[in-house]
C-alpha cells in the first residue's frame, strides 16, 4: 500500500522543507500506515511471549527466510547445494547450526550473489558500513519493507521509557548542520538535532537553548557525547536545564560511570540500545535495567564458543530482510547470556556484550570533542579497502586510506568535501594512501587512533 510517507519521499528536496511543517501536521496513522501500526501492535504482544512461544515463531520465521534463500539467493543456493543441504533440513533454530557461519569478508566476496534475485535495484536500499573496523561493509535492504522492519521496535523499546510513538526527543549525533548552527528542529521526526561534532564547553548554552525552546523529554545519543554534554554544562554552572524522563544510549559501550553521571545530573534513568547497521541483532534495556534485552522476535542469536579468546562469539541471523538475507552471520562482537530473568517479565532473555563498542574522540583545533567513528566515509565512496583516522595533535589528523584500483581523483576530492563539512576548519586533515593500516596486538583494526597525549581536561576516558 502506498502510504503518505510513499508519496512525501517522492518530493524534491527543496520543496520537501517548506512542506515538513505541513506535513508534520498530518496524523501519523495517515503518515505511517496501517501495516506500521498492525506491526507495532505484533510487537507489543510478542514481548510477552514465553521463551518457547518465541523460539516457535524464530523457527517458523527461519524456515520462510530459508526457503526464500534457497529459491532467490545464488550464495546461498549453492551453500547448500555443495553442503548436501536442502530447505526442509532447517525445521527449527536449532538445525540453524547446519549452515556454515558467514563472516564479512565472504559478504565483501560475495556481495552481488547475496543479494536476492527476485528484488530489483528499485526495491532495495545500498547501505555502506564500516562498523568500528574502519573495513567498509555493503548491505542491500529490503526498500518497501524497511521501515517495518526497524522503527516499530525501536519505538517499543522507546515506550518501555515511557515514550510515546512520534513523541518527542532531542538527538545528540553526527548531523550535518547549516555552518553555525549546533541546532535543528525536524517537525517531521519530531526530533531536536543537536550536533555531537561541534559540541564544546563554549557553545554548550546554545545546546541548553535548543532543549529548552523544543520542550524536550527524551535524549538520544551516544553515551561519550551525553557525558561530554554533562561535564561542559557542570563546568558552566548550569544546572538541569529541562526535565528529561529518560536518556537513550546507543552505538557505544555504555560505562557504569557514564550511566551514574548522566542520571545523576539530568535525574532520570538511562536506556541501553545496542544494534548493528547489519540489522541482525537487536538488544535493548528495560525500566528494570538489569540489562540487555535480546528482541527474539528481531532476530536469532547463538552465542558460540571461540576456541581463541576463550570469550563467546555474536553469531545473528536477520528474521527480516528478504533483499540480503544475513543467516548466521558473525557480528565480530563478544558476549553472553545471562542466567537471571528480568522481573519484567518479558520473554526476552537477559546478555551482556563483552567490550567492543570502544569509540573515541578526536580533539578539534578550539578544543571540541568530535566522535570520529561516526564519520561515515563508506557512505561517500565504496573505492577504498579501509580507513583509519589517526590524531597527531590538537586539530590536527592523519586519514590513511588504503584504496581499491577504482579510486579516483572525484573519490579525494568527495571525501575532502565531506571532511570540510564535518570538521569545517576545527580540523586540519592530512589525506595518505597507504598499503597499511595500524592494528591492535590481537590483530584488530579500529577507525580511530590517538597518536597524543590525552589533553583532556573534562577526565573523559577515552
Ligand atoms: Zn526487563
Redesign the pocket.
Known amino acids: 500500500m502506498l502510504t503518505a510517507f510513499d508519496a512525501y519521499k517522492k518530493i524534491p528536496g527543496g520543496v520537501k522543507d517548506t512542506l515538513k511543517w505541513v506535513y508534520s501536521r498530518v496524523p501519523l496513522r495517515l503518515r505511517l500506515g496501517e501495516e506500521f501500526f498492525r506491526q507495532c501492535r505484533f510487537l507489543e504482544e510478542s514481548q510477552w511471549w514465553s521463551a518457547q512461544e518465541l523460539e516457535n515463531y524464530q523457527s517458523e520465521q527461519l524456515r520462510l527466510l530459508v526457503r526464500h534463500a534457497y529459491d532467490h539467493v545464488p550464495y546461498y543456493h549453492d551453500l547448500f547445494k555443495s553442503a548436501n543441504l536442502l530447505p526442509d533440513d532447517i525445521g527449527s533454530v536449532k538445525d540453524l547450526v547446519k549452515i556454515p557461519v558467514l563472516t564479512k569478508d565472504m559478504i565483501r566476496n560475495n556481495l552481488e550473489r547475496l543479494r536476492a534475485r527476485n528484488f530489483r535495484d528499485n526495491e532495495v536500499v545500498k547501505l555502506y558500513t564500516s562498523g568500528t573496523t574502519g573495513k567498509p561493509l555493503t548491505l542491500y535492504y529490503n526498500k518497501e519493507r524497511d521501515y517495518l522492519n526497524f522503527d516499530p521496535y525501536i519505538w517499543r523499546y522507546f515506550g ?1 521509557a515511557g515514550q510515546k510513538l512520534g513523541g518527542r526527543a532531542a538527538k545528540l549525533s553526527a548531523w550535518t548542520l547549516p555552518p553555525g548552527k549546533v541546532y535543528s528542529y525536524n517537525p517531521v521526526r519530531n526530533l531536536l538535532l543537536l550536533s555531537a561534532y561541534a559540541l564544546s564547553e563554549s557553545n554548550v548554552k546554545e545546546y541548553v537553548e535548543g532543549l529548552k525552546r523544543y520542550s524536550v523529554n527524551y535524549l538520544v545519543g551516544y553515551p561519550s557525547s551525553i557525558e561530554l554534554m554533562v561535564k561542559f554544562l557542570k563546568a558552566k554552572g548550569i544546572s538541569r536545564p529541562v526535565n528529561l524522563k529518560g536518556v537513550f544510549c546507543h552505538s557505544e559501550c555504555l560505562h557504569d560511570w557514564q550511566r551514574a553521571g548522566i542520571e545523576e545530573f539530568w535525574g532520570c534513568k538511562c536506556f541501553d540500545w545496542y544494534g548493528l547497521e547489519e540489522r541482525v541483532i537487536l538488544g535493548v ?7 540487555l ?1 535480546l528482541c527474539s522476535d528481531y532476530g536469532i542469536t547463538e552465542f558460540e564458543d571461540d576456541q581463541k579468546s576463550g570469550f563467546k562469539r555474536i553469531i545473528a541471523t536477520s528474521l527480516t530482510n528478504y533483499a540480503m538475507p544475513l543467516i548466521r552471520y558473525d557480528t565480530g562482537d563478544v558476549g553472553y547470556l545471562l542466567n537471571e530473568r ?5 520473554g ?1 532473555p ?1 546478555f551482556c556484550l563483552q567490550g567492543g563498542r570502544e569509540k573515541s574522540f578526536a580533539i578539534g583545533k578550539d578544543g571540541a570533542h568530535i566522535p570520529v567513528a561516526n564519520i561515515d566515509i563508506p557512505n561517500v565512496t565504496n573505492h577504498i579497502v579501509q580507513f583509519q583516522f589517526a590524531q597527531k595533535k590538537r586539530g590536527v589528523m592523519e586519514l590513511r586510506i588504503i584504496k581499491k584500483s577504482e579510486f579516483q581523483e572525484t573519490d579525494l576530492e568527495k571525501i575532502q568535501k565531506k571532511l570540510e563539512e564535518k570538521f569545517g576548519g576545527n580540523m586540519d586533515i592530512e589525506i595518505i594512501f597507504t598499503e597499511h593500516i595500524h592494528q591492535t596486538k590481537n590483530g584488530k583494526t579500529s577507525i580511530y587512533i590517538q597518536e597524543i597525549k590525552k589533553e583532556n581536561s573534562y577526565g573523559i576516558r577515552n
Request: net charge positive; hydrophobic share 20%; proline share 0%.
Open positions: 518501555w534495556e528495560c525500566e528494570q535495567h538489569k540489562g534485552h528480568c522481573s519484567c517479565k518479558r526476552f537477559l
